[in-house]
């Protein structure tokens, strides 16, 4: 009979040997089935004992914001608070970790999100906030920036194509009011992939990103992804904040918004330059919006992970960062936060 990890690549085999040693001692894992619904690491769901895991073998590229060290704290404790599944083991060093596993809910139950739903979020964020704070890294701004530069210098567009993207997110950058001291526990991944039901209650999963940042990071790229009208965008911020947000945090939402529409729309495109090597540059910024990108996902006409739907992705979201900074009330959050 074949050990269901003989189907682990083999650079990746011996680490997940070890990992599910430490956690399950001599107990044989009876399925492997990989999970494609994510493009940063190698995930997988494994049965041992007639329970499922999770079992997620992160990449060995590592840089200031992509590394175990940091991030297995903040997936630890937000395991801790009830927000994230339970975590049987996670070696940093190994790049390793396994916990419970959660079924996927497909894209297609986010399409119609509900206000129960925005309202679930919006009490779920608040309580990973109220955590001890994570370990810090850059700025949120500065990290954009230097993906935004990164994105400029790859030739994936045509030269002059984002300039009025570069020169949007330096006025945004000039007038947020940035405040250290009042960072708070971030997840900075909050799509729907990143977003689970068990029947019953919402997990967060996937820490990768995770570190101390704005509090608005979070909420801002929930009404990107699923509270995406102005009524759900209201019960998210109420159950958030507890109360009704003054004109000030509208203000600043509107202006973190843009930036993690850039933010995402920088660092799926380079992800696919990475990943595609030289192809001919992009020449205009026409794209589907997020619901059609969701339809082609569910439709299965796209591959999530595959480079093209990165370059895809990264596509949608800077057609919508510059919708969104061309807007009458971008100018109005401008005039907000400085005043």
């Known amino acids: 009979m074949s050990d269901p990890i003989d189907r682990i690549p083999e650079d990746r085999r011996e680490r997940a040997r070890s990992a599910l040693a430490a956690t399950f ?84 139950d986010w399409s119609r999100p509900s206000a129960d739903l925005a309202r679930d979020l919006g009490n779920l964020v608040a309580r990973l906030q109220a955590i001890p704070a994570f370990p810090p890294v ?14 400029l210098g790859s030739g994936l567009f045509a030269p002059g194509l984002l300039d009025p993207h570069r020169e949007s997110f330096e006025r945004i950058r000039e007038a947020y009011p940035w405040d250290d001291g009042a960072l708070v526990s971030s997840h900075n991944d909050l799509s729907p992939a990143n977003i689970l039901s068990d029947g019953e209650r919402l997990w967060f999963i996937d820490w990768e990103t995770a570190y101390r940042n704005d509090s608005l990071v979070d909420v801002a790229t929930l009404t990107i992804f699923i509270a995406v009208s102005p009524e759900l965008e209201a019960v998210l911020l109420r159950s958030w904040l507890g109360r009704e947000p003054d004109r000030a945090q509208r203000a600043r939402l509107v202006l973190m918004r843009s930036l993690a529409r850039l933010y995402y729309g920088c660092a799926a495109s380079v992800n696919s330059a990475n990943a595609l090597g030289t192809v001919a540059p992009e020449t205009d910024l026409s794209a589907p919006t997020w619901a059609e990108f969701g339809m082609a996902i569910e439709q299965k006409h796209l591959a999530i992970g595959a480079p093209e739907t990165q370059r895809l992705v990264g596509k949608v979201a800077l057609a919508s960062f510059l919708a969104g900074v061309t807007a009458p009330e971008f100018e109005e959050a401008i005039k907000g936060v400085r005043s």
């Open 25 to 108: 001692d001599r107990a044989p894992v009876t399925s492997l089935e990989p999970i494609t619904t994510g493009a940063s690491a190698s995930s997988y769901r494994i049965e041992v004992a007639g329970r499922p895991y999770l079992l997620r073998l992160e990449s060995s590229r590592r840089n200031e914001i992509r590394d175990p060290h940091r991030s297995y704290v903040c997936m630890r404790l937000a395991a801790e608070a009830g927000i994230a599944p339970a975590v049987r083991h996670a070696d940093p060093e190994a790049a390793v970790a396994i916990t419970d596993f959660v079924p996927y809910r497909p894209m297609t």
């Open 138 to 151: 850059t700025d949120y701004p500065t990290v954009v920036g230097r993906l935004l530069g990164l994105l």
